[in-house]
């Protein structure tokens, strides 16, 4: 099993443009996440998704977009980059809400210019 | 959701136990407890879980109180490799998005242990 995988593992866009952070998870998980983690900010979530079709918001979604096509994939797009979302991203996935253990990928690091 | 409280940071000798504390006075009843470890350009690794007393696994303990209204990580005998940030999370794992419901694990900002030689 690889795990969580994301892409790319770093970027740099200029402002006002778009782009998606991929992730992808080989475990069957249910639940998917995305993370920003910024200095001194811990990690604050994003998005997440129960199952596949099913997205919600979480403490920072604004900017923000995602879809949740098939269990394994969960992409987080932005929509219209701003030099406030240059962070480190993580994609995190969970067994079926039994555990809660939350298996993280790589991160990408992002940086807005 | 339930709010977590932990030290910004702590230093410890090798060979030392080091205990982290968190504070999560708004658990609802259906909360458990995770604490997460997490080096530089790395993303969060479970460490372990509890929902009430002690639990302990190989590689730590966790001591939560009859009013689970914090919970303590011990680390026996760090060493320079335990330098990291850990984190303590509180949420119910078993609960199912309804639509009024919802199903968010909350990270703090974390502690940041250095361990010194």
């Known amino acids: 099993n690889a795990g969580v995988t994301q892409t790319p593992k770093f970027q740099v866009l200029k402002t006002g443009q778009s782009m998606t952070l991929q992730c992808a998870q080989d475990?069957?998980?249910?639940?998917m996440s995305w993370y920003r983690q910024d200095p001194g900010m811990g990690l604050r979530l994003i998005h997440y998704s129960v199952g596949a079709g099913i997205t919600d918001q979480g403490e920072v979604p604004n900017g923000y977009n995602v879809s949740r096509s098939t269990t394994e994939d969960f992409p987080l797009r932005l929509l219209s980059a701003a030099p406030s979302q240059t962070s480190v991203y993580f994609c995190?996935?969970?067994?079926?809400?039994?555990?809660?253990?939350?298996?993280f990928g790589e991160g990408s690091r992002l940086t807005v210019l | 959701l339930a709010k977590t409280t932990q030290p910004i940071s702590m230093d410890s000798y090798e060979g030392q136990e080091v205990n982290i504390t968190c504070s999560h006075n708004?658990?609802?009843?259906?909360?458990?407890i995770t604490w997460y470890q997490q080096f530089p350009s790395q993303g969060p690794r479970f460490i372990i879980q509890g929902y009430k007393t002690k639990v302990t696994n190989e590689v730590a303990s966790l001591f939560i109180p009859a009013d689970r209204k914090s919970s303590t990580l011990s680390l026996p005998r760090v060493s320079l490799s335990d330098t990291a940030v850990y984190y303590c999370l509180v949420g119910d794992p078993s609960s199912k998005y309804s639509g009024a419901g919802s199903y968010q694990l909350t990270f703090g900002k974390g502690t940041k242990l250095s361990v010194i030689p």
């Open positions: 995190a996935s969970s067994y079926a809400l039994a555990t809660g253990e939350l298996f």
């Open positions: 475990m069957n998980h249910e639940y």
């Open positions: 708004n658990i609802a009843t259906n909360d458990y």
